[in-house]
């Protein structure tokens, strides 16, 4: 299947403002999880590499940098994907959703693909307005929590988007707590050594 820039941008418009719809076609393509897994590698490459233009463009202040080689970020946030697509799996499952591991993941990495597409308008935009970029950046996370809202519904067939909603929240705590654990064994600290 090719996809096309025209056709993406399009899907993500669509995503952003029907985003139940899109879930559905999404979550009906069933994907084999070898498929997901590379999708995963794909898109934490990206991820790095918008980081590490947005570190470029804005470096952060020296007592502030976390020293972190690209494979040990790459890990971590590849990691984070797949515990919050397991939480999202779990705790929906608690709430009576019938939602699976697979299905989660999927979502995942559509909606982190949605919110690099979102990124990459948000570091144009900063070369000409910061102010308007950070707007962005507030939109785009209330947008983002919206869509993740719908695809969860979707996923786990909730009768309501408040199951999904708290469903979301939980799973969102519980990956932050996996992550900090995570970049632990990583050997990341707080003030940003390497141990």
């Not at 999880?33 to 590379?38: E, G, M, N, S, W």
């Not at 970020?73 to 697509?85: E, R, Y």
């Not at 519980?174 to 707080?190: C, E, K, Q, R, S």
Request: glycine content about 8%; proline content about 4%.
């Amino acid at each position: 299947m090719n996809v096309t820039l025209q056709g993406w941008l399009r899907a993500v418009g669509a995503t952003l403002n029907a985003p139940a719809d899109i879930a559905d076609r999404v979550l009906s393509k069933r994907l084999a999880r070898p498929i997901l897994v590379q999708a995963v590698i794909v898109v934490a490459i990206i991820n790095l590499m918008l980081l590490a233009i947005v570190s470029l463009l804005s470096p952060p202040p020296i007592e502030d940098t976390v020293y972190v080689t690209p494979f040990t970020l790459t890990i971590l946030i590849a990691g984070s994907m797949f515990i919050m697509a397991s939480a999202i799996a779990r705790v929906g499952s608690i709430f009576g959703g019938a939602g699976d591991f697979d299905g989660a993941l999927a979502a995942v990495i559509w909606l982190q693909a949605v919110g690099l597409t979102i990124d990459i308008a948000q570091i144009f935009l900063m070369l000409m307005s910061p102010t308007l970029a950070f707007m962005l950046g507030i939109g785009a996370l209330v947008a983002l929590f919206w869509c993740t809202v719908n695809f969860i519904n979707v996923l786990h067939g909730f009768a309501s988007l408040g199951k999904a909603t708290i469903t979301l929240v939980i799973a969102m705590i519980g990956t932050i707590f996996a992550v900090v654990v995570m970049m632990a064994l990583l050997g990341i600290t707080p003030s940003g050594d390497m141990t």
